[in-house]
């Protein structure tokens, strides 16, 4: 009887390592789809968007600066702002565009 009994729980001790490790790896998954997916997709619009900007586009700065594109280079910007004043700004502060944007009122 205490044989059998040591062999049972040996069998259960295999089987439940695996079966340990089964919710922490449901978490990652879950992780993976609901947050880190997400933010990769929105990273590679933002990219995209970047990439695509032309002469003329209105633009948001990270800082707030809303502006138009005058020139754009590899890794800057040159955009006008308010009175005929040029800013160059990196490309990665640049975060939206304002074509579509409702003129607060």
Do not use: C
């Not at 059998?4 to 449901?26: D, E, H, K, N, Y």
């Not at 005058?70 to 490309?91: F, W």
Request: proline share 3%; charged share 25%.
């Amino acid at each position: 009887m205490n044989t059998l009994f040591i062999a049972l729980q040996q069998q259960s001790t295999a089987g439940g390592g695996f079966m340990s490790f089964v919710p922490l790896i449901l978490i990652i998954v879950v992780f993976w789809f609901f947050m880190i997916r997400p933010q990769m997709k929105r990273q590679k619009e933002l990219k995209n968007f970047r990439d695509s900007l032309k002469k003329g586009d209105k633009i948001v700065t990270t800082g707030g600066i809303y502006g138009k594109v005058q020139e754009i280079g590899d890794y800057y910007i040159i955009m006008e702002v308010e009175g005929q004043n040029h800013l160059k700004v990196d490309k990665s502060a640049v975060i939206k565009d304002m074509t579509d944007a409702v003129p607060a009122k």
